[in-house]
């Protein structure tokens, strides 16, 4: 078995109110039911500069400020398991996902220094039990939440570093909508509005999956954007693209032109800011009779009717299970996203940089952009 360093690097957050500093803390140590992993590559939010500074409006339902050792998703190798493990093993490489769930009942869940849940439940497993998350060295984490990963494949014959694999942690989130309904390769999908960190990300993961896509939104600076890169890593993706007017006659006729028979299916993640556009009840208007949606935002406006009258499917559906996430390991592992340094730009920080990776991470929101803390590869100032 592996030794374990007395002690080790973390990012803290303090309250909310002291904003993050890096700590000298104990290494954590395993339990039944936990592994603890060394962390090679650990992703960043956007939105993770805001929480730092108390901002947290992800987290509206939390009764007290996040403490502790921040974190999100990550890559990272098992460094020591607890007795009930049954597959895992040292050294192994790993995904480390950040949506933790109570075992008794999975209606419990929260996202590690993120989201508390919205049972009082969830945030007590979040505040008493799993409270640290993956900014240090090393994290304690439940062995249900360590995806093991084929190093061979991926590394090696695939050519991703372990800063690139962090960025799954971002594609989970679309993938698990459109899996939620049943998106089938040849399929037209419609994604709106398609600009937005997740929903960009969304186009990517459902030509990868082999559908043809059509990406709603209302600049057309950030469409073509879209059009690039997708076609950098996917030169025969099926995407078109259509302009969100407002008009929602005029937005339904767009999207009908493009698919006279009716699109299949609908990946809605509208932010709360765009809550009461048309965009979304036109992309219903334009599928066809027994069309799927996933909603994944924050949209008022479907148009209860249309959905009655055409059979339509509505899933909401709220972050990812493990199945989700070992599903989406099969199509990576599988090859359906570009190799190497095609697939993603990941910009990689040391711990001490928090504020300079906060900011970088505010700004890759894109496609194939991501930012992660890598805190024993990388040298301290």
């Known amino acids: 078995m592996q030794v374990l360093p007395p002690t080790q690097r973390a990012l ?10 890096v700590k000298s803390l104990s290494t954590p140590s395993v339990t039944h039911g936990s592994a603890v992993i060394r962390i090679e ?17 992800a987290d509206s339902s939390a009764s007290a400020p996040i403490s502790g050792v921040a974190g ?4 990272g190798r098992i460094a020591a398991l607890g007795p009930d493990s049954a597959r895992l093993c040292i050294g192994q490489l790993v995904y480390v996902d950040s949506v933790v769930r109570a075992r008794d009942d999975p209606d419990c869940m929260f996202i590690s220094t993120h989201f508390g849940g919205m049972s009082e439940g969830s945030r007590r497993l979040k505040r008493e039990v799993w409270s640290n998350g993956t900014f240090a060295e090393y994290a304690n984490m439940p062995l249900e939440n360590c995806i ?9 014959e695939l050519a991703y570093s372990a800063e690139d694999l962090g960025y799954m942690a971002y594609q989970l989130v679309p993938y698990a909508g459109l899996l939620d309904i049943e998106l089938r390769p040849g399929e037209t999908l419609i994604v709106c509005p398609a600009t937005g960190f997740y929903s960009s990300i969304g186009v990517q993961v459902a030509i990868a999956m082999g559908a043809r896509v059509i990406a709603m939104a209302r600049d057309e600076e950030k469409l073509q954007n879209i059009r690039r890169e997708v076609l950098r890593t996917s030169q025969h993706a099926a995407l078109q693209l259509i302009k969100i007017t407002g008009d929602e006659t005029a937005d339904t006729a767009a999207l009908r032109a493009l698919v006279p028979g009716g699109a299949d299916a ?3 993640m509208t932010p709360s800011s765009a809550s009461t556009s048309t965009h979304t009840k036109s992309a219903i208007k334009a599928l066809r009779r027994g069309g799927r949606v996933s909603l994944m935002g924050s949209t008022r406006n479907i148009g209860a009717d249309v959905i009655m009258l055409n059979d339509i499917m509505l899933k909401g559906k709220m972050m990812y299970e493990r199945k ?26 040391a711990l001490e940089d928090w504020t300079k990776a906060f900011s970088a991470a505010a700004e890759l929101k894109g496609i194939g952009e991501c930012a992660v803390f890598m805190p024993r590869d990388l040298p301290q100032n």
């Open 12 to 21: 803290v957050i303090d309250g909310g109110s002291a904003g993050c500093f």
């Open 41 to 57: 590559a650990a992703s960043i939010l956007p939105s993770y500069g805001a929480l730092c500074r108390g901002i947290s409006s």
């Open 72 to 75: 999100f998703s990550a890559i």
């Open 148 to 156: 093991p990963l084929d190093e061979t494949r991926l590394l090696k």
């Open 266 to 268: 609908v990946l809605d």
């Open 324 to 349: 989700t996430i070992l599903q989406f390991v099969k199509l990576l592992e599988g090859g359906c996203f570009p190799r190497g340094p095609a697939y993603v730009t990941a910009k990689a920080f």
